[in-house]
């Protein structure tokens, strides 16, 4: 895909609830009203975007995930009992500390391609893309993990051991391990819970029809109840409205508004809100991290601003003439190295150190770049191919499940038998020609 806009047309008069820019109406109701309406100072409508891959956004994604990456396989492991950040790499764990905050980045980024991705298209629609977007590569990732930590298990010295069990394995399968209480096959699944919470509070409104009047409100509505959610003490609050996580998302929605429709206050306001409480939030995320080693918080403000900052610089616009085409294939390889790279990665340093001996930098690189070219396996081989099947059954799907449900509204539902048939010889039909 090409990053290409659409001709700008500027026209006279508004946005309406829809979101698409039109002149205003000429007014029929009377000689007041027209008097009120020419009173007004005449708004200039501005262009609208549409909706089209940024490779810059890709570029993002892979930064985030190499920094998550950089900070599992540098700071959350021990080799023969001996903390790296005392010995093995006491100064580049020092700053690759923060890169468990990708994740937040990941959060940010998430939201504006949401609301890219679903503009102008239905509940059914968004369901599609995001079951085909999300389990291809994750089922693949889930089934190489296991075989991996299985075949080549270690224990001690790391945050995650143990060999999943059928039972594990086949509730991992479904993404909906943590709230069935089953312990994931890898950690780092943890984020994609938090992703379907959002996806669940956005299919709502996308159920309802996006257009820029309401995901204006459903921002300014999810902001407060994030911000005052952690002062409720609701367990209900706190998985339904993620306030932890929330502004992350908020603020994504918000930027890519700004992209599409243009530059408002109203949309810097919501997009400042959500910088600033995630900001003072952060502080409780650095120091809930336990390196060993003392860790300023500093740091951490400064890089959700730098995130924030760069989302913003694409929101604008100011990166839309890059094109390259390698940054894409870069953001296609994100999602599966993010579910790759934990657990394998651990098991390729600690049993390639056993073996080798060599410098830590060497084994953690050398790991980080086998796991981008199994990452690169999984999308060609698997998430690909396996998505646009899922994409097309699951279109058709949901195109008879139309078609009954208007059939069995207007009373003329033909009998299963007889529907079989005719989808059948429809089947028949398109193989003959």
């Known amino acids: 895909m090409t990053n290409e806009n659409t001709a700008d047309r500027p026209l006279p008069g508004g946005i309406r609830s829809s979101g698409t820019l039109s002149p205003e109406p000429p007014s029929s109701q009377g000689k007041g009203v027209v008097e009120v309406a020419t009173a007004r100072p005449a708004i200039a409508a501005r262009p609208v975007r549409e909706p089209v891959r940024l490779a810059t956004l890709d570029a993002l994604r892979l930064v985030a995930a190499l920094a998550v990456a950089a900070f599992h396989l540098t700071v959350a492991w021990r080799i023969d009992g001996v903390r790296e950040p005392e010995h093995f790499l006491p100064h580049l764990t020092h700053v690759t500390v923060y890169g468990f905050l990708g994740v937040e980045l990941f959060f940010l980024i998430s939201g504006f391609v949401i609301g890219m991705s679903s503009w102008n298209r239905s509940l059914g629609d968004f369901f599609t893309s995001r079951v ?38 086949a509730a991992n399968l479904t993404m909906l391990q943590e709230p069935l209480g089953i312990p994931a096959v890898d950690t780092v699944y943890w984020t994609l819970f938090v992703e379907l919470r959002f996806y669940l509070l956005f299919a709502a409104l996308a159920a309802f029809g996006l257009t820029y009047r309401r995901v204006v409100i459903f921002c300014a509505v999810w902001m407060t109840v994030a911000a005052i959610g952690p002062a409720l003490g609701s367990r209900v ?35 400042g809100f959500a910088w600033l409480v995630c900001v003072e939030r952060v502080s409780d995320r650095v120091s809930g991290i336990d390196p060993g080693f003392h ?22 616009g100011w990166t839309d003439h890059i094109r390259w085409r390698w940054l894409t294939v ?21 049993h390639a150190h056993q073996a080798t001996r060599l410098p830590a930098w060497v084994l953690v690189l050398g790991a980080i770049v086998l796991l981008l070219g199994l990452s690169w396996l999984v999308h060609r081989l698997v998430e690909r191919p396996l998505a646009a099947r899922i994409r097309t059954s699951l279109r058709r799907s949901l195109t008879e499940l139309r078609s009954a449900s208007a059939a069995d509204a207007n009373g003329t539902a033909l009998p299963r038998q007889a529907r079989e048939g005719r989808l059948v010889r429809s089947a028949r039909g398109r193989e003959e020609r």
Do not use: K
């Not at 700004?258 to 810097?268: D, E, M, P, Y």
């Not at 870069?330 to 600690?350: C, D, E, K, S």
């Open 132 to 169: 085909s977007r999300l389990y291809p590569a994750y089922w693949a990732c889930v089934l190489i993990t296991a075989a991996v930590v299985t075949l080549a298990p270690i224990s001690g010295g790391l945050p995650v051991t143990g060999r999943p069990g059928l039972r594990e394995l």
């Open 237 to 271: 609050v706190d998985v339904l409205a993620i306030p932890q996580y929330a502004p992350y998302f908020i603020a994504g929605i918000a930027a890519f508004l700004i992209h599409r429709f243009g530059r408002s206050a109203l949309l810097f306001g919501i997009y």
């Open 295 to 316: 860790v300023p918080v500093w740091p951490g403000m400064l890089i959700v601003t730098l995130a924030f900052a760069a989302v913003l610089v694409i929101a604008l």
């Open 330 to 350: 870069a953001g296609a390889l994100t999602y599966p190295f993010y579910l790759l790279h934990q657990r394998i990665g651990y098991t390729l340093v600690r």
